[in-house]
């Protein structure tokens, strides 16, 4: 048996297929765990959607911040209509309730004790140790999969609140948790979230640092496997695995096996 993290895919199913190829993947046998954005960009959400589905359960990705913005669409949409071309492909799909229903019982984050491993799509703030990231995901997820779904899909964007605090509630908490695992890639020391795309600039810069290089972040115990940043390459450290090498941009789709600590890529479609 072979674990595979995979980096996003964002509906490149030309490239997962051929990656799938590479590794000698067997559904019967492997286990295969994307790091979330599943879909949007790449030309076939629909096709990388029902690959994947077709092969459940020995999938279990977590999800990306393209993937919420996809069930937020069809909460919005449900009859169709998107103006983004590959959400409305899957909303006017046949099969389009089984798979994202199957989407939606999707976790924001996820353990592996064999592996010490933390599963997240962006990353965590530094106080967070990896069984309260369980804990703040689940909340999330218990909203999505229940009678509020659709307001929390609707509440999810905006980048305020900025900073964690334990005692926020409500929505703006819910906001805030799905802002840090599907979003964050900078941070500073007390837990506040720097969500522009391009870096920090000026005195920010000193403030705000890339997630995981805060040396004293609780969650330093254990590895860290997250996609997101593009920008930001292929990176497999002793403590995180940053997997989005860019595959929607040109670059290529990644797999790494944990058992062999081996890297495996096929380049992105032309």
């Given at each position: 048996m072979a674990t595979y993290l995979i980096g996003d895919i964002q509906g490149c199913l030309e490239p997962l297929q051929r990656l799938l190829d590479t590794i000698n993947f067997d559904p019967a046998v492997d286990r295969l765990w994307p790091c979330g954005d599943l879909v949007n960009r790449g030309g076939d959400s629909l096709g990388v959607l029902r690959l994947l589905?077709?092969?459940?359960?020995?999938?279990?990705?977590?999800?990306g911040n393209h993937d919420l913005h996809l069930l937020a669409e069809q909460a919005r949409h449900p009859e169709g209509g998107s103006s983004n071309l590959e959400f409305e492909a899957i909303l006017?799909?046949?099969?389009?309730?089984?798979?994202?229903?199957?989407?939606?019982?999707?976790?924001l984050a996820a353990w592996d004790e064999e592996h010490r491993l933390l599963r997240v799509h962006a990353g965590v703030v530094?106080?967070?140790?990896?069984?309260?990231?369980?804990?703040?995901?689940?909340?999330?997820?218990?909203?999505?999969?229940?009678?509020?779904?659709?307001?929390?899909?609707?509440?999810m964007y905006g980048d305020r609140p900025r900073r964690w605090r334990p005692?926020?509630?409500?929505?703006?908490?819910?906001?805030?948790?799905?802002?840090?695992?599907?979003?964050?890639?900078?941070?500073?020391?007390?837990?506040?979230?720097?969500?522009h795309r391009d870096p920090p600039k000026g005195r920010q810069r000193k403030r705000y640092r890339?997630?995981?290089?805060?040396?004293?972040?609780?969650?330093?115990?254990?590895?860290?496997?997250?996609?997101?940043?593009?920008?930001?390459?292929?990176?497999c450290r002793k403590r995180y695995l940053a997997l989005d090498s860019g595959c929607v941009w040109g670059g290529q789709l990644s797999a790494w096996c944990l058992e062999e600590n081996r890297l495996r890529q096929v380049n992105a479609s032309r």
């Open positions: 589905h077709s092969v459940a359960p020995c999938v279990a990705p977590v999800l006017q799909a046949h099969d389009q309730a089984s798979l994202l229903d199957w989407l939606n019982q999707m976790p530094p106080s967070w140790t990896w069984q309260q990231t369980l804990v703040y995901a689940q909340e999330v997820s218990a909203v999505l999969r229940g009678p509020r779904r659709q307001t929390l899909l609707r509440k005692e926020r509630s409500g929505w703006r908490r819910l906001r805030l948790i799905t802002n840090v695992l599907c979003r964050i890639r900078y941070c500073d020391a007390q837990d506040r979230l720097f969500l890339p997630w995981f290089k805060h040396r004293n972040r609780a969650t330093r115990d254990v590895r860290i496997a997250f996609g997101h940043w593009a920008a930001l390459g292929l990176r």
